[in-house]
């Protein structure tokens, strides 16, 4: 026995050497960052998202695209006289680890602002945490209204926490905005729903049924199937049962995509509707079909510039397009913050006095982002609120509707 | 009517992957009375085996169902088999003696292990993954009912495969060893069997099954994700509790019956498919509160 | 510590040579300390404690690490020259930390230097620290192996009770020390690139020497004191759990984490009781939690809570334990009929029952996937819990009172927890665990006291998740799922089975490790999985063994020495 495991280790320890030879990385002329002046010291960007666990896909296109965002305005000299940094922390989609996660954060006088967080009932506990320490949170993906606008959201909006924005759109914009396009351009009028039954899912189909109802629409059933199922031939049957012209899917592509093509094998030949987290180049590898519908926030990518410059830098920079769905607007909340630091540094030093005019600052930030214009109104949302709805023809997402929805 | 015929079809469908997984669970409790946890596992791990195999295929090979999908079956096995042998030979035989709750919590253990190597070493595992489409498409269609060819493979793979097991566990002689090591695992040894090989044999016989499971798992649905194992897992344990953990027979008809309550529940019941797994649950508890032996199970014996 | 066969019986081939290779260990580390380690400026800025390039030279003080290096050297010279008990465990102790200082900062200067480039020689700057101590060490452990692995040194020495009191005292306040800086080494925030490095490197010192302290025989006779003044101990423990914040740790960040891992501990202990003492698996443990959970943030006057009622908390926490408990009396009546494993998964199928349920908002009472946000936070005479708080000129981080209300939590778990265990109902548990037809025949009402074990374990649970919704202001589903549970279990099997501070120590585990071991998250749970697997395999009694478990567990007998080293031997069958 301990001869084979001396054996063994000597066998790997010689593997090791042969593939790390003698090499490194060091690099030639310092540390990066170039020519920037940076003699004022580190300022850190944090980011909270889960970077463990089975949401880890999108937690890390959360992190990398905020560390691209930072690098960027490294190599700009966007904050003179700093240089930034990201410090991501993993919340594991825990709301308890998120706290702690944010309390790690707010601790750290040199975090400007923070990412995230990916799931709405993490982003609860962060919200008050953050906003005992007067440090702005711009979240890529919190689409739950109540975040903002408090738990009336459509009837008394109140804001909820100053310090709280998101670049992304809300369910009551994109939910009756999709119940819009499939009752009054496409002429579906017996809709059935399923969701995942999460946050994201759920809201959405809500905020939908409100809106088809209006329109003159009916929903002729709701089912919800697992956040984690791959077989929805019995949630099929059941919907087929009920002939609906289309089906609303409230939730991500990872089960989209399968039940759309199952939909289709089991002869339910009807389009499948769906939100932003739908609209991924995976949903129709996964078995999306043509004729499958998602609404997305902003104008097409194909018209952005910025979109176009945001892919090509980040597969630069990491090799592979790992952004996933939550990338392009991580990118987006990170230049909101550092754009607003820029602002509130000015050529002077960061000091905890100028917290105050940090928010302020986010708050009044606007630019072109690679999801379009980024601003926040007065509750923190995002005022972006042009919507497209995109259809998959012939094995690609094409755009068919972009406009702003008014009621 | 046409929509409960069509979910006795989804349900039966679902019974002939169930009974494929339960079968290694029922086999290896009635030898060595551990529920491996992990079984459900194996089955996850041999549909990403398949998958794998595919992708290494040569472009031209891709492309012929008739080489592909045979190989897919091979690759998906071996895994299983690999896995399931250095799980028996590593984690569970160093503690057949120690207390009974020692070996289940190294399943779990394990279970959680596999789900996470295969979520962070197999490239893009952390979502779903599409399957290749090398399965007949297409299927049988009666009036507004449809069955996918697959979902007939599965069925006919599933019934042909546990007539055969059975048939090999009764009439042969390495299948007389097994019962005899089930029924008295000493008296067994007296007689001459080697339980190591016999327990070894039966985790390579509930792989072959899983593997065979996992990748017609994938051909079935199209596409494939990590926390299949666990929940199809749980499925086919309660299947084999329900027919009688130790039973043949009884696993595979429990896995019929648990299909179809999954698919008519979610169609009837109150509360719709998103408490379809509530009531498998339910089943599972009073099963074990009023017939712990299950339907063809004999009383649990006090073992000396 | 090692996992190599100690067959003390024959003496080493190695001994001849001890004394040299002692001697040339230690020396070898007292050189490696004042080398330089890294032979340039690594992209994330220089390795801790002017280890790049430099060698010993003025300012001439060694830290972190380096000083580590240092002291483990002139020990092991020590330990190999000076009259000690049980010589050659303590110098393989040393040498093991010795080496895991080295390689531990070896590899990751490796790593993030992209290559032995960077630890050994490279554009000719030369940095052989980490090699020299990689060596050093392993003469180190082979010398121990040399000397001679001898039984663990016995202590026949009597003190009288103050000597005791303060020797207790001092060891304690030594424990808080090492905890504190533990916590905070490698800095708290997010500035350090290389706290992963730090932390591990001062865990391999702690462990060698611990190592040592045990191979001498200090441990055993500081636990036996410890055992005879156990009022004494445990009063001053907890004084030292309280003054916690008063160190360097005493900070928000770690006050939150603390308190975090407080009400982990809670609900492992009363999981501990089913588990551990009365040998119930439960795989859904952590669904009491969230029903205590949710029971709280509904009488909390939240904006979402169904019912309209404000209780006060005390009351709130009664009814939390009491309807968990309810719970678990009904998850536990399947134990009537059904045993061991198959109860395991009726109690897994009740916590999927139970997340889905709350996932869809059942009765609207969970609020389903939105959460029930905005609990308020407990507040004691107009203190709110989450604000900092100053006595006198004393201004405490926020979160301390949590803190404090937490450990008083934990400790009365504890309290609970111990009385059961040496109680008639304790007895009854651990009979019910050995032999249950056994412990039928002899009279005891094994169906009463099973549901009991699960009466109790859920109502523990249920008052941990109601301090849990207060302290975290908002209840979801997602926080008592499956993979909870099974934190929850590895928490109690890591720190060991029916034992009292086992499962404080394994939840405190569970949460500082990946806070610290941020290059490793990824593989959290794949780590986490595979400790289950291996604990089972070595150490099934866990950290900390309960006396009466590891002598059935492990076959070893109480002092924990292996009865029978011999692998293949065959044990009596226990099924």
């Known amino acids: 026995m301990r001869k084979h495991s001396v054996k063994s280790a000597a066998i790997v320890g010689a593997t090791l050497l042969v593939v790390a030879a003698c090499g490194s990385n060091k690099e030639e002329g310092g540390t990066a960052g170039g020519s920037c002046d940076t003699s004022k010291g580190t300022l850190t960007v944090g980011v909270v998202a889960p970077l463990s666990g089975n949401l880890s896909a999108l937690g890390i296109g959360i992190k990398q695209s905020a560390e691209l965002a930072v690098d960027e305005a490294n190599q700009k000299c966007t904050v003179k006289g700093y240089k930034l940094t990201v410090s991501a922390q993993d919340d594991e989609a825990n709301p308890a680890k998120g706290a702690q996660a944010a309390t790690k954060l707010s601790t750290d006088p040199n975090v400007v602002g923070v990412v995230g967080t990916l799931n709405s009932s993490v982003a609860q506990t962060v919200q008050p945490i953050l906003r005992d320490k007067k440090i702005p949170q711009v979240s890529p993906a919190n689409t739950n209204p109540t975040l903002t606008r408090g738990n009336d959201f459509l009837t008394a909006p109140k804001r909820q926490f100053d310090n709280y924005f998101r670049v992304c759109a809300t369910d009551d914009l994109q939910g009756p905005y999709a119940a819009n396009y499939l009752v009054e351009k496409a002429g579906k009028k017996k809709i059935a729903i399923i969701t995942d039954g999460k946050t994201y899912g759920a809201g959405l189909a809500a905020e939908l049924t409100k809106q088809v109802t209006k329109k003159g629409g009916q929903i002729v059933g709701q089912e919800t199937v697992g956040e984690k199922d791959t077989d929805f031939s019995g949630v099929i049957a059941k919907v087929k049962g009920l002939a609906p012209e289309a089906v609303y899917y409230g939730g991500e592509y990872p089960a989209a995509g399968p039940l759309s093509k199952q939909m289709a094998s089991a002869g339910l030949n009807v389009p499948l509707m769906g939100g932003d987290g739908i609209f991924d180049p995976k949903f129709i590898e996964l078995g999306g079909k043509e004729g499958d519908l998602a609404t997305s926030v902003g104008a097409p990518t194909e018209s952005l510039a910025t979109a176009k410059a945001f892919v090509d830098a980040y597969k630069k920079k990491f090799g592979k397009e790992d952004y996933a769905a939550y990338g392009a607007f991580s990118y987006d909340s990170t230049n909101a913050i550092i754009g607003a630091l820029a602002k509130t540094v000015d050529g002077g030093a960061w000091d905890e006095s100028k917290r105050d005019a940090m928010l302020t600052n986010v708050g009044s930030y606007s630019g072109s982002g690679a999801t379009g214009e980024i601003k926040f109104d007065q509750y923190g949302d995002s005022t972006n609120k042009v919507l497209t709805v995109y259809s998959v023809t012939s094995g690609k997402w094409k755009d068919v509707q972009t406009g702003e929805f008014t009621g | 009517m046409s929509v409960l015929l069509q979910q006795l079809a989804n349900g039966v469908i679902q019974g002939a992957l169930i009974a494929l997984i339960a079968l290694g669970y029922t086999m290896v409790y009635g030898i060595i009375q551990l529920i491996n946890f992990a079984h459900g596992e194996v089955f996850m791990v041999a549909s990403y085996g398949g998958l794998a195999t595919f992708t290494l295929l040569p472009d031209d090979l891709k492309k012929s169902p008739a080489v592909a999908l045979p190989l897919m079956f091979v690759g998906g096995i071996v895994v299983a088999v690999v896995v399931a042998v250095i799980m028996e030979r590593f984690a569970y035989r160093p503690l057949r003696n120690a207390p009974r709750l020692a070996p289940l919590i190294t399943a779990l253990g394990v279970s959680v292990f596999l789900q996470e190597a295969v979520r962070v070493w197999y490239p893009d595992a952390t979502s779903n993954l599409p399957y290749p489409k090398v399965f007949p498409e297409g299927g049988l269609s009666f009036g507004s009912v449809n069955i996918a060819w697959t979902g007939v493979l599965l069925v006919a793979l599933s019934v042909g495969l546990s007539i055969i097991l059975q048939a090999y566990i009764n009439k042969s002689r390495m299948g007389r060893a097994m019962r005899a090591t089930a029924q008295d695992p000493d008296t067994a040894k007296l007689m001459g069997v080697n339980p190591d090989r016999v327990i070894v044999l039966t985790f390579i016989f509930g792989a072959v099954l899983a593997g065979v499971a996992g990748v017609m798992f994938g051909g079935y649905l199209s596409n494939i994700n990590i926390d299949m194992g666990f929940q199809n897992g749980i499925f086919a344990f309660t299947a084999a509790v329900l027919g009688g953990v130790g039973s043949i027979r009884g696993a595979v008809i429990g896995a019929f019956i648990i299909g179809l309550i999954k698919t008519l529940a979610g169609q009837y019941m109150p509360g719709g498919t998103q408490y379809d797994y509530v009531w498998i649950f339910v089943v599972l508890i009073l099963v074990l509160v009023f017939r712990p032996q299950g339907l063809f199970g004999e009383p649990e014996r006090v073992r000396a | ?575």
């Open chain 3, 1 to 575: 510590m090692s996992t190599v066969d100690t067959s003390s019986g024959k003496r080493s081939a190695l001994a001849p040579f001890s004394k040299p290779l002692a001697a040339v260990g230690g020396v070898l580390a007292i050189v490696a300390a004042l080398l330089p380690w890294v032979t340039f400026s690594l992209n994330d800025g220089n390795w801790p404690d002017k280890s790049t390039l430099q060698f010993f030279d003025a300012p001439f003080a060694l830290t972190g690490f380096r000083w580590h290096v240092l002291l483990l050297g002139v020990l092991i010279l020590v330990a190999a020259f000076a009259p000690i008990p049980s010589k050659g465990r303590v110098v393989r102790a040393l040498g093991w930390g010795l080496t895991l200082v080295s390689f531990v900062n070896a590899a990751y200067i490796t790593v993030k230097g992209g290559g032995l480039g960077a630890i050994t020689a490279l554009d000719g700057a030369v940095a052989f620290g980490s090699i020299v101590g990689l060596v050093a060490g392993v003469l180190a452990i082979l010398a121990g192996y040399g000397i001679g692995i001898e039984p663990v040194g016995e202590w026949k020495v009597k003190v009288s009770t103050p000597v005791a009191y303060l020797v207790l005292l001092l060891s304690f306040a030594a424990v808080l020390y090492a905890v504190a800086a533990m916590l905070t080494t490698g800095g708290v925030g997010a500035s350090n690139p290389y706290a992963g490095a730090i932390f591990l490197s001062f865990l391999g010192f702690a462990a060698g020497v611990l190592g040592a302290l045990s191979g001498v025989g200090f441990i055993r006779w500081l636990s036996a004191l410890s055992e005879q003044h156990r009022v004494f101990s445990v009063i001053v423990l907890a004084a030292c759990a309280l003054l916690l914040p008063f160190t360097d740790a005493g900070n928000e960040y770690w006050m939150t984490v603390a308190a975090n891992i407080g009400i982990y501990a809670a609900t492992a202990i009363g999981l501990n009781i089913v588990v551990g003492l009365a040998g119930l698996l439960d795989l859904g443990y952590v669904a009491f939690m969230g029903i205590g959970a949710l029971v709280a943030a509904n009488f909390s006057g939240a904006a979402t809570a169904h019912f309209g009622v404000t209780l006060p908390f005390p009351v709130a926490a009664v009814i939390a334990a009491v309807v968990a408990g309810i719970f678990g009396a009904i998850v536990g009546s399947p134990t009537l009929r059904v045993r061991g494993d198959y109860l395991a998964i009726v109690t897994l199928a009740f916590g999927e029952i139970f997340t889905r349920s709350a996932q869809n908002n059942i009765g609207g009472i969970t609020n389903g996937s939105n959460a029930i946000p905005g609990i308020p936070p407990l507040s004691l005479f107009g203190a709110e819990f989450n604000r900092s708080v100053s006595f006198g000129a004393v201004k405490l981080p926020a979160g301390v009172l949590y803190y404090i209300l937490i450990v008083l939590l934990v400790a009365a778990t504890m309290a609970v927890f111990a009385n059961l265990k040496f109680s008639r109902i304790g007895r009854a548990w651990i009979a019910i665990r050995e032999d249950e037809d056994a412990a039928r025949a002899m009279g005891i009402r094994t169906g009463k006291m099973k549901i009991l074990a699960f009466l109790i374990g859920a109502m523990l649970a249920g008052v941990a998740g109601a301090v849990f919704a207060h302290k975290n202001g908002t209840v979801s589903y997602e926080s008592f799922k499956f993979l909870e549970s099974v934190t929850l279990l590895a928490a109690v099997i890591l720190g060991g089975m029916g034992s009292i501070p086992g499962a404080v120590l394994g939840a405190a585990l569970l949460f500082v490790l990946p806070e610290k071991l941020r290059d490793f998250e990824d593989y959290r749970l794949m780590i986490f999985g595979l400790a289950l697997i291996l604990i089972m395999r070595f150490r099934p009694q866990g950290l900390i063994p309960d006396r009466h478990r590891r002598a059935e567990l492990a076959d070893e007998d109480i002092g924990g020495a292996p009865v029978d080293e011999v692998h293949g031997v065959p044990k009596e069958a226990k099924a």
